[in-house]
Each structure stands twice: as structure tokens, then as C-alpha cells.
Antibody, heavy 122, light 107 residues
Framework: QVQLVQSGAEVKKPGASVTVSCETSGYTFTSHYIHWVRQAPGQGLVWMGIINPGGGFTTYARNFQGRVTLTRDTSTATVYMQLSSLRSDDTAVYYC???????????????WGQGTLVIVSS | SYVLTQPPSVSVDPGKTARITCGGNDMETKSVHWYKQVPGQAPVLVTYYNSARPSGIPERFSGSNSGSTATLTISRVEAGDEADYFC??????????FGGGTKLTVL
């Protein structure tokens, strides 16, 4: 069965960087794009970016350009999200989600990671 | 940037029909996806491409998109349907965008 398992909660100081991992299994890793979505406490969902695990190509949301980097390791079927220059308003749950379309960005998230809480506090 | 507008809350009696709307410019030209999120859990896809339903989602959940508004309709509402619901579309000015969410309360 398809699974996305994310790394554990993080506490970071303002200005630091955080890396969240998303280990996938149960399907062909290179066939489905992975998206990242975050949710601040009590707030809605915000799209951050997408990675094509096959070629490593990425697209980032304008609001995160220059601060977010998505990478992948095909040997472990894992995608990484790094967010730099952290601010207090980056405190949120970060989700990875698999696109249901094959080799296409359909924005359809049938499978999600469990979420990773990142707290930014001095 | 593109904005999707949802009502903050909708209340419905058990067994009745709930309708959650999602408005935006040129909505009729867009494909809308809907997610259900119980607090503390990851979202769950309930409909996609306006009206398609993933396997495992009850037929009580249906989606439509016409005019300037997309609608998620939940028939014969049950207590377990109580959750936050988010719509999602793609727009060239903003990439993937989510609505602000609607809290469905089952009375």
C-alpha cells in the first residue's frame, strides 16, 4: 500500500533552517510528483512546491521562492523539504502529498504524509 | 494572486444535505478538488476534477462546478462528516491555491 512517512517534529530558532523528510513506499517513486503543503495553527492549507522525483525538477510557490528547496534521493525513495531563514510565522505542520496523476501535476492528493510540526521560537 | 472564497462555517442537521461553496474568478474554467480535514489529522481527498470521487469515498459526497461557484454537496449528513473542508484549484497567477476552509458542524 502507498505510504508517505515524514520525519519528526522540530524546534528551531529564528534564522535557522529546517529539513523535513518524506519517505515513500508502495509505488514506483519516479512515477508520481510529490507536493509540499503547510498549515499554520488554526489556519488553512498553503501550497509550497512540487518535485518530479524522476528528474528532480522543481517548482516553488512564489511566496517561498528563495527560501524553500526540494530534493530527492531515488535510492531511498525519499523527498526532502528544506526551509531556510525561518521566522516565527513559519511555525506550522508541513505535509508531503503524492500527486495521483502519473508523470503530471494534477494537484490531486490522495496520499499524504502524517505531517511534521515545525516550531520556530527563540 | 488568485483567491478562493469559502464560507467560514456551515451547520446542518443529521440526515439533511450540506452544501459548501467555493467561489473565484472564472471558476467554471477550472478543475476543483475538495478535501476533508478532521483536526489533528492530514486532509483526505473527497472529490477531484469537479465531480470525480476517489475509491472509498461514499456516494453521499458529490461535487459540481458552474458559473462562478463550485459546490461540495454532502447528502444524508452523518456525525462523522463534521470536519473542515477545503477547495483547491490551479491558477497561473498563484499555482495551487486553497480556499480558506469551511467548518462543517453537524447539529
Amino acid at each position: 500500500q502507498v505510504q508517505l512517512v515524514q520525519s519528526g517534529a522540530e524546534v528551531k530558532k529564528p534564522g535557522a533552517s529546517v529539513t523535513v523528510s518524506c519517505e515513500t513506499s508502495g509505488y514506483t517513486f519516479t512515477s508520481h510528483y510529490i507536493h509540499w503543503v503547510r498549515q499554520a495553527p488554526g489556519q488553512g492549507l498553503v501550497w509550497m512546491g512540487i518535485i518530479n522525483p524522476g528528474g528532480g525538477f522543481t517548482t516553488y510557490a512564489r511566496n517561498f521562492q528563495g527560501r524553500v528547496t526540494l530534493t530527492r534521493d531515488t535510492s531511498t525513495a525519499t523527498v526532502y523539504m528544506q526551509l531556510s531563514s525561518l521566522r516565527s510565522d513559519d511555525t506550522a505542520v508541513y505535509y508531503c502529498a503524492r500527486d495521483s496523476e502519473v508523470l503530471r501535476d494534477g494537484g490531486i492528493y490522495e496520499f499524504w504524509g502524517q505531517g511534521t510540526l515545525v516550531i520556530v521560537s527563540s | 494572486s488568485y483567491v478562493l472564497t469559502q464560507p467560514p462555517s456551515v451547520s446542518v442537521d443529521p440526515g439533511k444535505t450540506a452544501r459548501i461553496t467555493c467561489g473565484g474568478n472564472d471558476m467554471e474554467t477550472k478543475s476543483v478538488h475538495w478535501y476533508k480535514q478532521v483536526p489533528g489529522q492530514a486532509p483526505v481527498l473527497v472529490t477531484y476534477y469537479n465531480s470525480a470521487r476517489p475509491s472509498g469515498i461514499p456516494e453521499r459526497f458529490s461535487g459540481s462546478n458552474s458559473g462562478s461557484t463550485a459546490t461540495l454537496t454532502i447528502s444524508r449528513v452523518e456525525a462523522g462528516d463534521e470536519a473542515d473542508y477545503f477547495c483547491q484549484v490551479w491558477d497561473s497567477s498563484s499555482d495551487w491555491v486553497f480556499g480558506g476552509g469551511t467548518k462543517l458542524t453537524v447539529l
